[in-house]
């Protein structure tokens, strides 16, 4: 590793640390939110938004930066702690999560909070919407990127492989699909492997079979998410899917790999332990 | 103000075909987008004349719905079609979530509304899509009465930033407006004058809404018909000034009575300005297939039902 990479993934650890520190503190005030989903997704969006992404919160509506679509709208504290830190909108605001009136709604609202690129929140949307921005991209002859997560939960969404489809036939390698593999959903699966967790057994064969680029990583390493999304960038004629293999809950031991945390809020206790943890990196 | 006297007839499809094409090669913002439906449609004309505006998003009609909405991001001005059944039911949640919520620039066509589908019954006739479309937010909901008001009604959506639905018909139709007619949203047009009662009608039924007047002039009935194209925004002063006017009305439309045109108007009337009002629509129950007249006939929305509610309501008066 390069000195500077080594100084970019060191940079982008301790921003993930943050990030992770501020969704509890969020939700623990909110009463309500998402956990587990959030705390996997961190280390991958933190390197979008920090590194990856051509972007600029002063002009949010910049017809050339790079896109992002969160189609697993229901970690939406996940991306507005990012957006924050990002500066996008202050920090305080995160207090109003969930709040009447507040631009943090309980999935993102692009009308409403600048950094959204679209709105999301029911399951299988946001990536075909994701393969209209990289396709209107192709048509407007612009060379900006789009990403975009989906769950491995979410796939089990008949539309995402409508638009895995699609994106394969406009050969539309502007486009960078992540997908966060934590193996949970709410609820899942009875009698798996491991606790309730998604059979969505070898994701990179099924993409795979679409024609996409498929990169499998893991998706708690950030050199490896840099490297995944450099990657990407030298395949042409296909879109890539990078298939992140993460931990739901990541970070916290007594949240990690369970799916009660899907949508519990910490308690007092629970959220200084956590944050403890945290600190601590586990 | 025209009255049918023309024989004519054109059908929708073929000038939403050819109008779509001049918009393609008019304004770089407008593409079409097929759901593997376009000989029907008429959305073949795009990609056989302007094939680089054609997309094909394949069978797979919630993915186009998104799919246009994140084309609407970058600029574009997607025009997404396929049958009105499938707009309206298999993708609403899409559209309402990534179109109308955002309020994105999309204009959606539902083509084979109504009953009259071609023989394909109930799973391809869209007899609820009036409702669904007009109880969301930010949504525009229009029904043409013949090819010239279609056309016109496009050049408008064309100019309009936001999300438009506007509901077509498979068949050929009584041409009903002539070249220098004027569509503007939110406006109803008064096709006929009439002092006894006014039959409001949208889509497809205003043509037959027009010849039912015909048939009651002769035995001395004067039905005004007042043509609804914007059926949201609805114009509810016309609504209103018909009842002060007439002091009776019936609703017509190739739709269920519910959650249309005739429950848009009671709940202006009732509101507003109660006056006797009977409903021309597709009662609650499934629809079948079979020639368009037997539809029509069996399912109670022909020229000779609408005649016969108008002088059922004259006696509530």
């Given at each position: 590793?390069?000195?500077?990479?080594?100084?970019?993934?060191?940079?982008?650890?301790?921003?993930a640390?943050?990030t992770r520190?501020?969704i509890l503190?969020t939700i623990h005030?909110a009463g309500a939110g998402h956990v587990g989903g959030p705390l996997s997704a961190v280390d991958v969006l933190?390197?979008?938004?920090?590194?990856?992404?051509?972007?600029?919160?002063?002009?949010?509506?910049?017809?050339?930066?790079?896109?992002?679509v969160l189609s697993k709208g229901h970690s939406a504290i996940a991306l507005?702690?990012?957006?924050?830190?990002?500066?996008?909108?202050?920090?305080?605001?995160?207090?109003?999560f969930d709040?009447?009136?507040?631009?943090?709604?309980g999935h993102p609202?692009?009308?409403?909070?600048?950094?959204?690129?679209?709105?999301t929140g029911s399951l299988g949307q946001g990536i075909s919407?994701a393969?209209?921005?990289?396709?209107?991209?192709?048509?407007?002859?612009?060379?900006?990127?789009?990403?975009c997560m989906i769950g491995d939960g979410e796939s089990q969404e008949g539309q995402v492989w409508e638009a895995a489809d699609?994106?394969?036939?406009?050969?539309?390698?502007?486009?960078?699909v992540i997908m966060d593999h934590n193996k949970l959903q709410q609820y899942g699966w009875a009698g798996t492997v491991t606790e309730r967790e998604n059979p969505a057994f070898s994701p990179e064969k099924r993409w795979e079979a679409f024609?996409w680029?498929v990169i499998s990583l893991d998706g708690h390493d950030?050199?490896q998410i840099?490297?995944?999304?450099?990657?990407?960038?030298?395949?042409?004629?296909?879109?890539?899917i990078i298939i992140s293999n993460t931990i739901k809950g990541k970070g916290v031991s007594f949240m990690e790999n369970s799916y009660s945390w899907h949508a519990r809020v910490p308690n007092d206790k629970e959220l200084?332990a956590a944050i403890?943890e945290i600190?601590?990196?586990v | 103000?025209?009255?049918?006297?023309?024989?004519?007839?054109?059908?929708?499809?073929?000038?939403?075909?050819?109008?779509?094409?001049?918009?393609?090669?008019?304004?770089?913002?407008?593409?079409?987008?097929?759901?593997?439906?376009?000989?029907?449609?008429?959305?073949?004309?795009?990609?056989?004349?302007?094939?680089?505006?054609?997309?094909?998003?394949?069978?797979a009609?919630q993915n186009?719905?998104s799919?246009?909405?994140?084309?609407?991001?970058?600029?574009?001005?997607?025009?997404?079609?396929?049958?009105?059944?499938?707009?309206?039911?298999r993708s609403i949640d899409q559209?309402?979530v990534?179109?109308?919520?955002?309020?994105?620039?999309?204009?959606?066509?539902?083509?084979?509304?109504?009953?009259?589908?071609?023989?394909?019954?109930?799973?391809?006739?869209?007899?609820?899509?009036?409702?669904?479309?007009?109880?969301?937010?930010?949504?525009?909901?229009?029904?043409?009465?013949?090819?010239?008001?279609?056309?016109?009604?496009?050049?408008?959506?064309?100019?309009?930033?936001?999300?438009?639905?506007?509901?077509?018909?498979?068949?050929?139709?009584?041409?009903?407006?002539?070249?220098?007619?004027?569509?503007?949203?939110?406006?109803?047009?008064?096709?006929?004058?009439?002092?006894?009662?006014?039959?409001?009608?949208?889509?497809?039924?205003?043509?037959?809404?027009?010849?039912?007047?015909?048939?009651?002039?002769?035995?001395?009935?004067?039905?005004?018909?007042?043509?609804?194209?914007?059926?949201?925004?609805?114009?509810?002063?016309?609504?209103?000034?018909?009842?002060?006017?007439?002091?009776?009305?019936?609703?017509?439309?190739?739709?269920?009575?519910?959650?249309?045109?005739?429950?848009?108007?009671?709940?202006?009337?009732?509101?507003?300005?109660?006056?006797?009002?009977?409903?021309?629509?597709?009662?609650?129950?499934?629809?079948?297939?079979?020639?368009?007249?037997?539809?029509?006939?069996?399912?109670?929305?022909?020229?000779?039902?609408?005649?016969?509610?108008?002088?059922?309501?004259?006696?509530?008066?």
């Amino acid at each position: 590793m390069s000195l500077l990479l080594q100084e970019k993934v060191k940079m982008l650890n301790r921003r993930a640390t943050e990030t992770r520190k501020l969704i509890l503190e969020t939700i623990h005030h909110a009463g309500a939110g998402h956990v587990g989903g959030p705390l996997s997704a961190v280390d991958v969006l933190v390197s979008l938004y920090f590194e990856e992404m051509n972007i600029n919160p002063e002009d949010p509506r910049g017809v050339d930066r790079d896109r992002f679509v969160l189609s697993k709208g229901h970690s939406a504290i996940a991306l507005y702690t990012v957006l924050a830190q990002r500066g996008y909108f202050p920090i305080d605001e995160l207090k109003t999560f969930d709040e009447i009136d507040s631009r943090l709604q309980g999935h993102p609202d692009m009308k409403i909070l600048p950094g959204v690129d679209m709105s999301t929140g029911s399951l299988g949307q946001g990536i075909s919407a994701a393969v209209g921005i990289a396709l209107g991209g192709k048509l407007c002859k612009k060379t900006f990127r789009t990403y975009c997560m989906i769950g491995d939960g979410e796939s089990q969404e008949g539309q995402v492989w409508e638009a895995a489809d699609v994106a394969s036939k406009y050969q539309l390698d502007n486009l960078v699909v992540i997908m966060d593999h934590n193996k949970l959903q709410q609820y899942g699966w009875a009698g798996t492997v491991t606790e309730r967790e998604n059979p969505a057994f070898s994701p990179e064969k099924r993409w795979e079979a679409f024609g996409w680029n498929v990169i499998s990583l893991d998706g708690h390493d950030i050199e490896q998410i840099i490297k995944g999304f450099e990657e990407a960038k030298q395949i042409k004629g296909k879109p890539t899917i990078i298939i992140s293999n993460t931990i739901k809950g990541k970070g916290v031991s007594f949240m990690e790999n369970s799916y009660s945390w899907h949508a519990r809020v910490p308690n007092d206790k629970e959220l200084e332990a956590a944050i403890k943890e945290i600190e601590m990196g586990v | 103000m025209t009255s049918l006297k023309t024989v004519e007839k054109v059908a929708m499809r073929d000038v939403f075909g050819e109008t779509l094409l001049k918009l393609s090669f008019d304004d770089p913002r407008v593409f079409a987008l097929d759901g593997d439906l376009a000989t029907s449609t008429k959305v073949d004309r795009i990609a056989e004349k302007n094939a680089p505006k054609f997309l094909q998003m394949g069978i797979a009609e919630q993915n186009m719905m998104s799919v246009a909405a994140g084309l609407a991001t970058t600029g574009l001005q997607p025009w997404a079609t396929t049958f009105a059944a499938f707009l309206s039911k298999r993708s609403i949640d899409q559209i309402q979530v990534q179109i109308a919520q955002p309020n994105l620039d999309v204009k959606m066509v539902g083509a084979y509304s109504g009953l009259l589908t071609g023989l394909t019954g109930k799973t391809h006739q869209a007899l609820e899509d009036i409702a669904i479309f007009r109880s969301l937010a930010n949504m525009v909901v229009l029904a043409p009465a013949d090819g010239v008001e279609t056309r016109k009604m496009m050049e408008f959506a064309n100019n309009h930033y936001g999300p438009v639905y506007i509901r077509l018909a498979r068949d050929p139709l009584p041409v009903v407006f002539s070249e220098d007619y004027k569509f503007e949203l939110g406006k109803a047009i008064k096709v006929r004058e009439g002092k006894d009662v006014t039959i409001i009608s949208t889509g497809t039924q205003t043509g037959r809404s027009l010849e039912a007047a015909e048939q009651l002039a002769e035995e001395g009935i004067e039905a005004a018909v007042l043509h609804m194209p914007s059926i949201k925004p609805l114009d509810k002063e016309a609504i209103i000034k018909a009842a002060d006017e007439t002091g009776a009305i019936v609703t017509s439309e190739e739709h269920s009575i519910y959650g249309g045109l005739g429950s848009a108007v009671a709940e202006v009337l009732v509101e507003e300005n109660p006056v006797p009002m009977l409903r021309v629509g597709v009662k609650d129950r499934n629809s079948e297939s079979g020639p368009n007249e037997a539809l029509l006939q069996k399912y109670e929305i022909s020229i000779d039902h609408i005649a016969a509610r108008v002088k059922e309501v004259l006696k509530k008066k």
